[in-house]
């Protein structure tokens, strides 16, 4: 993995853990987490995050 990879790596997951605390929250809504999951996905093109992207989580909670 590049130090750029790496990065995006890192960013995707932190992105994805606030976002995860926002919908907990009443933030985000089930759709908005659903699209910046989507999004973020494409922006940082995550190796390692997209092991658990297909984990719904949202029928975890």
Sequence with gaps: ??????????????V???S??????GLLSEN???ALEAKMRE????????LFSDIDLLSCG
């Design 32 to 34: 908005e987490y659903i």
């Design 16 to 18: 994805m853990r606030a």
């Design 43 to 50: 922006k940082y093109r995550p190796v390692i995050g997209l």
């Design 1 to 14: 993995m590049s130090k750029e990879e790496g990065l995006g790596e890192v960013m995707y997951q932190m």
């Design 20 to 25: 995860w605390k926002m919908l907990q929250s």
